[in-house]
């Protein structure tokens, strides 16, 4: 049943806990440690290039200290200098989502990434701008290697782990039921969904039988699935639905964008000299987000095969078409989450509103 019943329970509960940010986990306890000492590195990585120290943009923060593998552009930015090449005197800041809601409405944070979960919160009043999308994939579905569950089919009844309510491995699920007739409204009781704030407690529930299923950012469901703990029944960057479609969206917000366009327009060059970088060079990228302990994940060969599914663009795909290919997958997930009820607004007025093409100057 696609209800628009479930569109108000989960964005009320998803506006007073979500996070918004793309691809976050919370089990990465050196990068717990490394927030500790985030503004006293703020000089030091990724402003360097900046030899006069004279930043045309002067300070900002940025959304990203959460341990995601697939945030690789934002490190990569700010580790590379293209953050300071553009103007920026970037911090990289934890911020849950009262501190992304209130710093996106008012200009101070002017820049975060995240996914279509986004879509009902800006629906419901954060007034920001879809401005580019980032890459794809890094959601994974995971049962105990002995469970019988193999399809969407056999969800019903069961009970999902998810990061948050109204969070991206929610919506995706949700998606992912409605399209198979399952409803993922929890007032029909056909499946449950248990929110765990740490991915790592959510894998200890799998194992437990506390849950049946755990949805699971990358890089902890990649992991444990090579380790034999788990066994995959759905991903994101391969699932029919959603593959070769934009898992995270890059948001701007529109007091900058319209008192300082320009501003924007240098973020975006930061965040796509990044995604171009990491597409020649993700072998080095893993090395950098390693050492500098960006993401938990120890094994480097799996790491680089996960940057590679991401599907970061090169230079000739952000030539080609580029803003048309992002315009398009935020027509798609609109249209997605108003089937199920996520959104009330027709998908077509809702990307018209939405999503603004930002001229780079490339």
Not at 34 to 59: C, F, I, L, Q, R
Not at 211 to 223: C, E, K, R, T, Y
Not at 309 to 330: C, K, L, M, R
Request: proline content about 4%.
């Amino acid at each position: 049943m696609k209800s628009i019943n479930l569109f108000k329970k989960v964005v009320c509960v998803g506006l007073s806990l979500s996070l918004l940010t793309a691809c976050s986990v919370t089990s990465n306890e050196s990068v717990v440690e490394d927030e500790k000492v985030a503004t006293a590195d703020s000089n030091t990585a990724g402003s360097s290039d900046a030899a006069s120290g004279d930043y045309k943009y002067g300070k900002i923060d940025i959304p990203g200290k959460d341990g995601a593998l697939c945030g690789a552009p934002i490190y990569i930015a700010y580790e590379n200098g293209y953050f300071a090449e553009e103007g920026f005197d970037v911090t990289l800041i934890s911020a849950d989502f009262e501190t992304r809601k209130i710093g996106l409405n008012n200009g101070t944070i002017p820049i975060v990434n995240g996914d279509f979960q986004f879509f009902p919160s800006i629906e419901n009043g954060i007034d920001v701008k879809v401005v580019d999308g980032l890459h794809e994939g890094c959601i994974k579905f995971a049962v105990r290697p002995d469970s019988d569950i193999e399809t969407v089919e056999d969800l019903k009844g069961k009970k999902i782990g998810v990061d948050e309510i109204g969070g991206t491995p929610h919506q995706v699920a949700s998606l992912w039921l409605e399209n198979a007739g399952i409803s993922a409204d929890p007032a029909n009781g056909e499946v449950t969904f248990l929110p765990y704030s740490d991915g790592n407690l959510e894998f200890e529930a799998l194992s437990s039988g506390e849950i049946d299923v755990a949805a699971l950012w990358d890089p902890l469901g990649s992991i444990h699935e090579k380790a034999g703990d788990v066994k995959i029944i759905f991903d994101l960057g391969t699932d029919e639905y959603f593959k070769d479609r934009f898992c995270c969206f890059l948001y701007a917000s529109t007091k900058v964008l319209e008192e300082n366009p320009e501003e924007v327009a240098a973020l975006l060059r930061a965040y796509r000299k990044a995604q171009e970088w990491i597409y020649e060079n993700p072998e080095e990228a893993v090395n950098i987000i390693v050492e500098k302990n960006y993401a938990a994940i120890e094994d480097k060969d799996l790491a680089v095969e996960l940057i590679k599914s991401y599907g970061y663009p090169s230079a000739t795909q952000h030539a080609d078409n580029w803003d048309e290919t992002v315009e398009d997958n935020v027509r798609y997930f609109a249209g997605g989450l108003y089937d199920i009820g996520y959104l009330k607004t027709d998908p077509e007025e809702f990307t018209d509103t939405v999503y603004q093409k930002v001229d780079v100057g490339n």
